[in-house]
């Protein structure tokens, strides 16, 4: 079936502006993950959705970072006023329930802001 | 504090041969263990996961192993291939698996597998 699927794969933004951030997750995956990954780093955690319940934004860097997830499925992440410390891949990772293990990743999206 | 170590950071082979990635973590509490494979240009993609009990788990010509005494991990690759040129990451998961922000990530492997 599908998997994860991220779009656009590549983004490239001037300093100051907004960016929208699209993730499809697998049909049925309850829970939803965005991390970044900047070069020469691991991946860093974002944000955490699981079904109902209020996301885990305990990994937002900055007010400038938010995300949403509508009707349990698609989520976007929005950067507000980009910096050029927001340049990354945005990976998004989505699981079933009762899974408590294996994450499925999207190919993530390519930030470059200028 | 929590943190995964990898080692070597970058590696390069000739096909055919062996290798075998390090991992050392100071994670606590301790509930799984992971490696992914990630192709330039993908996102991460599962090989093995291992729990406490765990001290070994394969898959295919990949083989991880997991001594939860020391806190350390190695992935043993077999008869390496041209497409097995990727980073390696390797994670531990804190507490319940899989939930929120207890994933602690390594920075990776960078294997090159040349001709």
């Known amino acids: 079936g599908a998997g994860v699927s991220q779009s656009p794969s590549n983004k490239v933004t001037e300093k100051g502006k907004d960016v929208e951030l699209r993730c499809d997750p697998i049909?049925?995956?309850?829970?939803l993950y965005w991390y970044r990954q900047s070069l020469g780093q691991g991946l860093e955690f974002l944000i955490y959705f699981q079904g109902n319940s209020a996301p885990d934004k305990s990994g937002l860097p900055s007010d400038r970072f938010s995300a949403e997830r509508t009707g349990g499925s698609v989520s976007t992440l929005t950067i507000q006023r980009t910096q050029q410390e927001d340049s990354a891949v945005y990976l998004c990772a989505s699981r079933e329930a009762g899974n408590s293990y294996e994450q499925y990743f999207g190919p993530g999206t390519r930030l470059t802001v200028t | 504090k929590n943190q995964v170590e990898q080692s070597p950071q970058s590696l390069i082979i000739l096909e055919g041969k062996n290798c075998t990635l390090q991992c050392n973590y100071t994670v606590s509490p301790f509930s799984n263990l992971r490696w992914y494979k990630q192709d330039t240009g993908r996102g991460p993609v599962s090989l093995t996961i291992m729990t406490f009990s765990e001290n070994t788990k394969s898959n295919g010509r990949y083989t991880a192993t997991l001594d939860a005494d020391t806190k350390q991990s190695s992935l043993h690759i077999t008869a390496s291939q041209l497409s097995d040129s990727a980073s390696y990451i390797c994670?531990?998961?804190?507490?319940?698996?899989?939930?929120?922000?207890?994933?602690?990530f390594g920075k990776g492997t960078k294997l090159s597998v040349k001709p």
């Open positions: 049909s049925g995956h309850t829970a």
């Open positions: 994670v531990v998961s804190r507490g319940h698996g899989g939930s929120q922000g207890n994933l602690i």
